[in-house]
């Protein structure tokens, strides 16, 4: 619940304007919450943030003492290196990421926008090797019980592994099946906003169709990795340090076609 202190509000209206679903209006002189059955508060936080006078909270979210946005937003030219220079990393090192470091990540990708702020995905981080061999042992069995996507297979016998790239470590991102509005898309831009801070780590990743789609169906890869019946798989991430960087230059992209109205 909106808790207002009127003693710091100054009546700008800042709260009131940029509200979303305009769940806030004037009255006496101060913002109040609108109380209707259509659509309530999703605890976006917008006035919290855009209040110059921290005159409002939410009584039941924890601290709030929330950082400034005093640092410069990043360049085009930087963002735009960062995306067009990340490559798929199939080849890595045997050598551990630190948990502090995949921490860091998951927390700043909690940022990223989510359908009503619902932000209903949840990761499993896969950090153990053994457990990632393990994974692809399963994976096999599958694979050769189902007699689907056999490539697996001739190319796990020429010495490739197309599955988990002998990544030392996986993270897998999921959200329950029923209850969030869009949990595929959530899931997603999280996910592909993870893959660009670990890169400005120094840290390589690919994604893991194959794996998303056979952990989803195989029950012993469920158990495996602690994810119940009530969660959907929608996205895995193999990630590591990289052996070599052997890219020299950008490859060619096709033009997206793009239909002005």
């Given at each position: 619940?909106?808790?207002?202190?009127?003693?710091?509000?100054?009546?700008?209206?800042?709260?009131?304007?940029?509200c979303?679903?305009?769940?806030?209006?004037?009255?006496?002189?101060?913002?109040?919450?609108?109380e209707?059955?259509?659509?309530?508060?999703?605890?976006?936080?917008?006035?919290?943030?855009?209040?110059?006078?921290?005159?409002?909270?939410?009584?039941?979210?924890?601290?709030?003492?929330?950082?400034?946005?005093?640092?410069?937003?990043?360049?085009?030219?930087?963002?735009?290196?960062?995306?067009?220079?990340?490559?798929?990393?199939?080849?890595?090192?045997?050598?551990?990421?630190?948990?502090?470091?995949?921490?860091?990540?998951?927390?700043?990708a909690?940022?990223?926008?989510?359908?009503?702020?619902?932000?209903?995905?949840?990761?499993?981080?896969?950090?153990?090797?053994?457990?990632?061999?393990?994974?692809?042992?399963?994976?096999?069995?599958?694979?050769?019980?189902?007699?689907?996507?056999?490539?697996?297979?001739?190319?796990?016998?020429?010495?490739?592994?197309?599955?988990?790239?002998?990544?030392?470590?996986?993270?897998?991102?999921?959200?329950?099946?029923?209850?969030?509005?869009?949990?595929?898309?959530?899931?997603?831009?999280?996910?592909?906003?993870?893959?660009?801070?670990?890169?400005?780590k120094?840290?390589g990743?690919?994604?893991?169709?194959?794996?998303?789609?056979?952990?989803?169906?195989?029950?012993?890869?469920?158990?495996?990795?602690?994810i119940?019946?009530?969660?959907?798989?929608?996205?895995?991430?193999?990630?590591?340090?990289?052996?070599?960087?052997?890219?020299?230059?950008?490859?060619?992209?096709?033009?997206?076609?793009?239909?002005?109205?």
């Amino acid at each position: 619940m909106l808790k207002l202190n009127q003693d710091q509000c100054i009546s700008c209206e800042n709260c009131v304007r940029i509200c979303p679903f305009t769940c806030l209006r004037m009255e006496n002189g101060y913002p109040e919450m609108v109380e209707r059955k259509e659509k309530g508060c999703i605890k976006c936080m917008h006035c919290v943030i855009a209040c110059p006078t921290k005159a409002i909270v939410f009584e039941d979210m924890p601290s709030q003492e929330l950082s400034p946005m005093d640092t410069p937003l990043v360049s085009y030219e930087s963002l735009k290196r960062l995306v067009k220079t990340r490559r798929s990393q199939r080849d890595f090192q045997n050598r551990e990421v630190p948990r502090e470091d995949i921490r860091e990540i998951i927390r700043d990708a909690d940022f990223t926008a989510s359908a009503k702020n619902q932000h209903p995905q949840s990761w499993v981080v896969v950090h153990n090797q053994e457990v990632v061999k393990e994974t692809m042992g399963l994976v096999l069995d599958w694979v050769a019980e189902n007699k689907l996507s056999m490539e697996i297979l001739s190319e796990w016998k020429n010495g490739n592994n197309i599955v988990t790239f002998d990544a030392p470590h996986l993270l897998i991102g999921c959200a329950p099946k029923q209850g969030a509005i869009n949990p595929y898309t959530d899931t997603i831009i999280a996910l592909s906003n993870i893959e660009l801070l670990l890169f400005s780590k120094g840290i390589g990743s690919c994604w893991a169709g194959y794996l998303t789609r056979i952990t989803n169906a195989s029950q012993p890869i469920k158990e495996l990795l602690g994810i119940g019946e009530d969660m959907q798989i929608f996205g895995i991430l193999g990630f590591g340090y990289p052996k070599s960087n052997d890219y020299l230059r950008l490859p060619f992209r096709t033009e997206s076609q793009i239909n002005w109205r």
